[in-house]
């Protein structure tokens, strides 16, 4: 059974960082591409960030790029995003996705229970 276990969530004040950590089991993580979505109250998902299955090459959108550090652990088996300058609009639920890319937001993806991110003075 393929399990993701969020982590690392919490409140932070504007300008602050946390790192989010993804514990996986059930499949080949080092062989998956993975993925970090968020969903903030009363918006739809959103993808934040991918990473390829050796770790080599990242992906993010422009609204993230150079504040979020994705990352991945292979013998651990273990998914982080690094959140840096976090602005009030980063609020969300945050969810690590067994996908790639755009797949990270299909109903049927693999995600998991998420970890709440609240960005507030």
């Known amino acids: 059974e393929v399990q993701l276990v969020e982590s690392g969530g919490g409140l932070v004040q504007p300008g602050g960082s946390l ?3 993804c514990a996986t089991s059930g499949f080949l993580f080092a062989k998956s591409a993975m993925s970090w979505v968020r969903q903030a109250p009363g918006k739809e998902l959103e993808w ?3 990473i390829s299955t ?3 090459m990242t992906y993010n959108p422009d609204v993230v790029k150079r504040r979020f550090t994705i990352s991945r652990d292979n013998i651990k ?3 982080y995003l690094q ?3 976090l602005q009030p609009e980063d609020t969300a639920m945050y969810y690590c996705a067994k996908a790639s ?3 990270a937001l299909r109903p049927e993806s693999v995600r998991g229970q998420g970890t709440q991110v609240t960005v507030s003075s």
């Open 19 to 21: 790192r989010l950590s």
């Open 48 to 50: 934040v960030s991918t």
């Open 54 to 56: 050796g770790g080599t």
């Open 77 to 79: 088996n273990i998914l």
């Open 83 to 85: 959140l840096d300058s």
């Open 101 to 103: 890319g755009s797949a």
